[in-house]
């Protein structure tokens, strides 16, 4: 079993930057694919960036150009750094883990989940 635990959620003003951090545990987060979701008050749960275990990252066009996913394996750690911050940004951001490794890129292919972390843009 892994637990997935989201830090550095919070409010911040449009045009503005976040890290959210995601820590796990077990020993075999390195082979873990792993990614970030994000859900806003009536909408569907969204993929927002993934990294696979050998580093490889993708993106939803949306965030393209100001969001970077990252990870330390030897902290069990994987990041999202938010930079130009949106309005629409705003969400409740989860972490997602997938033992298989490669990408998540829909929610069933998660194995694991955070319990979310909110973000908040103001404008």
């Known amino acids: 079993q892994v637990q997935l635990v989201e830090s550095g959620g919070g409010l911040v003003q449009a045009g503005g930057s976040l890290r959210l951090s995601c820590a796990a545990s077990?020993?075999?987060?390195?082979?873990?694919?792993m990614g970030w979701f994000r859900q806003a008050p009536g909408k569907e749960r969204e993929l927002v960036a993934a990294?696979?275990?050998?580093?490889?990252?993708i993106y939803v066009d949306s965030v393209k150009g100001r969001f970077t996913i990252s990870r330390d394996n030897a902290k069990n750690t994987v990041f999202l750094q938010m930079n130009s911050l949106k309005p629409e940004d705003t969400a409740v951001y989860y972490c997602a883990a997938r033992s298989r490794g490669g990408f998540i890129t829909f929610r069933h292919e998660a194995d694991y989940w955070g319990q979310g972390t909110q973000v908040t843009v103001s404008s």
């Open positions: 990294i696979t275990s050998g580093g490889v990252t």
């Open positions: 077990g020993r075999t987060f390195m082979t873990y694919g």
